[in-house]
């Protein structure tokens, strides 16, 4: 199976020129990579510009819980789905750090795009403090099941998870390839639990300082299925990642 290579652009570039830019960039990437599955998540004003790439999927950055209505300012999962994006990212650290998302909320949000037709890409993770005191597991661990409570158990397949640690978002300190795969396997199990079976071939990403030179070891040694990008997704350093997974 192809590794997904998710590029979360959060909110870069600051003009439509630039964007125009980057995307260009991408497209050289997308022609020359055929062993990966890429999905950008931009912003959503370039959403429309990106629909006009062959070779990659798209996904929101974020929605909103509801299917419509007066709710001033938010973007639905059926506008992002109608608007051709396949996946959305759902309780990224700086969502729940800068917005004050809580795991209920994600799982309102989860449900609401499984309903769209989305696929959600869900991030888990844990701060420096949490690491350091051993207690990572058991957060992570009740991140997953509030985030899934009551999300039906056909949905399996229409989901994936992000192991992005907090410390390492935007740190250029990077999880080594030891505590990423034991962290992946906890994952794992977690899901094997609430899924109740032994492999639900759910897909977990890590994202946090992915660079061109540790993409390939958590893919190939970690046993990821996939990266999520951030910093890195927006120059050249996206194209030299695409050629070494
Ligand atoms: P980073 O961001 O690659 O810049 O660390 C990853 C993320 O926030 O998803």
Request: net charge positive; charged share 30%.
């Amino acid at each position: 199976m192809k590794p997904l290579i998710v590029a979360n652009w959060k909110m870069n570039p600051k003009s439509l020129k630039e964007a125009k830019k980057l995307l260009e960039m991408v497209k050289k990437g997308v022609k020359k990579s055929n062993k990966n599955k890429i999905i950008i998540c931009p912003p959503f004003l370039y959403i429309p510009f990106l629909r006009e790439v062959k070779g990659l999927e798209i996904g929101g950055q974020d929605c909103y819980l509801k299917k419509d209505g007066s709710f001033t300012g938010e973007i639905s999962p059926f506008q992002l789905k109608d608007m051709g994006c396949s996946y959305v990212i759902l309780g990224h650290s700086e969502r729940r750090r800068y917005f004050n998302e809580s795991d209920k909320t994600i799982n309102k949000k989860i449900k609401e795009s499984l309903k769209a037709g989305l696929i959600p890409i869900i991030c888990v993770g844990e701060d420096l403090k949490t690491r350091k005191e051993g207690k990572a597991f058991s957060l992570i661990k009740s991140q997953i099941k509030e985030c899934l409570f009551g999300v039906p158990k056909n949905k399996k397949g229409k989901i994936i998870f992000a192991y992005e640690p907090l410390w390492a978002i935007g740190s250029g300190k990077s999880c080594s390839l030891d505590n990423a795969e034991e962290m992946r396997g906890n994952i794992q199990k977690v899901l094997s639990q609430f899924f109740r079976e032994s492999s639900p071939g759910i897909k977990v990403l890590y994202g946090g300082s992915v660079d061109a030179d540790n993409a390939s070891g958590y893919v190939k040694e970690a046993g990821f299925n996939g990266l999520l990008i951030g910093g890195a997704s927006l120059n050249k350093e996206f194209n030299k990642i695409l050629t070494k997974v």
